[in-house]
């Protein structure tokens, strides 16, 4: 089960939701900005114990598929959030 979505705009700014809601409603919230690519965001833990996001899929409603450098984007955006 899929708990989260992504969008990344462009400039790379990303932004991560709850899956209740869909990507167009999100994107609304964002209109100044562009959707480049969007998807499902899965979570795990690799081998250091680190918090890993991985991006896959697609929006059915924006017409987008995740990138492949999206995973790097998520990864960089819990990085940032847990260094204090």
Not at 44 to 67: P, R, T
Request: no cysteine; charged share 25%; aromatic share 10%.
């Amino acid at each position: 089960m899929n708990n989260a979505k992504y969008i990344v705009f462009n400039e790379r700014k990303v932004v991560v939701f709850p899956a209740l809601m869909e990507h167009v409603e999100m994107a609304k919230r964002f209109s100044e900005w562009k959707p480049t690519s969007a998807g499902f965001v899965s979570f795990g833990v690799n081998e250091e114990g680190d918090v890993q996001l991985s991006g896959y899929g697609e929006s059915i409603s924006l017409k987008l598929k995740a990138a492949p450098d999206d995973t790097r984007l998520l990864t960089r955006l819990t990085r940032d959030a847990f260094e204090l």
